[in-house]
């Protein structure tokens, strides 16, 4: 089956710093990645919607200025979150699809990030 | 608007069989999932169904869908400890191509 990697898979940060998160479709072209995020004991909530070569598209309430998302490949999306703060803390989740029929889509493993 | 909703724990006994339960509201949905996902982890596609079928069977797992009620159910047989995990119900009606995910039963497994 398709693979999606995620990197770091968990990342501890000060307060302030800025986070980049890489999310790679191995083996497909990715023409869309979405970036979700879960609180825990929550369900995954969606970010943002990243298509290759445009402007992601943000859900209402997450800030762009703070959560960029690039996806300057067929194969990686990357989120970066700027100014780290501790209610930034959670679990980002990515997930691709390659737009074919059926339009499943393809975890990654997640990255754990924590902001003290 | 999209809303799934599903009941937040279910214990069974080793060997049992576990239903999961889910509602959605979107009737669009062309696809709905069962993930599931072990502490730490991300999520692990177990089965998905097509909207024009009412049951799916893949070894022990069995998906019920009744589109006129808009329930689907996730019937595991022979539950086994390592089927511990949250399961969460998937509908493919976002706006933008995504998933709406229910917020996830919690599995235990007793031995």
């Known amino acids: 089956g398709a693979v999606v990697s995620q990197h770091p898979s968990w990342v501890i940060c000060k307060s302030g710093t800025s986070v980049k998160i890489e999310c790679r479709s191995l083996?497909?072209?990715?023409?869309?990645m979405f970036w979700y995020r879960q609180f825990p004991k929550q369900s995954l909530m969606l970010m943002a919607t990243?298509?290759?070569?445009?402007?992601?598209?943000?859900e209402q309430g997450v800030e762009k200025d703070k959560f960029l998302i690039n996806h300057a490949s067929l194969t990686l999306s990357t989120l970066t979150v700027t100014s780290a703060h501790p209610e930034d803390s959670s679990f980002y989740i990515c997930?691709?699809?390659?737009?074919?029929?059926?339009?499943?889509?393809?975890f990654g493993p997640g990255t754990r990030l924590t902001v003290l | 608007g999209e809303d799934v909703e599903q009941s937040l724990f279910l214990s069974v006994r080793e060997g049992d069989s576990s239903v999961i339960n889910c509602t959605y509201t979107?009737?669009?949905?062309?696809?709905l999932y069962w993930y599931k996902q072990e502490p730490g982890a991300g999520l692990q596609l177990l089965t998905y169904?097509?909207?024009?079928?009412d049951m799916k069977q893949d070894q022990r797992l069995t998906v019920l869908l009744n589109k006129k009620d808009k329930h689907l159910s996730l019937r595991i047989a022979d539950t086994q400890t390592g089927d511990s995990a949250i399961y969460f119900c998937?509908?493919?009606?976002?706006?933008?191509?995504?998933?709406?995910f229910g917020k996830g039963t919690k599995l235990s497994v007793k031995p």
């Open positions: 979107d009737s669009s949905s062309t696809y």
């Open positions: 169904i097509f909207s024009n079928m």
């Open positions: 990243s298509n290759e070569g445009s402007k992601a598209t943000y």
């Open positions: 083996d497909f072209q990715a023409t869309t």
């Open positions: 998937a509908e493919s009606g976002g706006s933008q191509g995504n998933l709406i």
């Open positions: 997930s691709a699809t390659s737009g074919r029929a059926g339009n499943e889509q393809f």
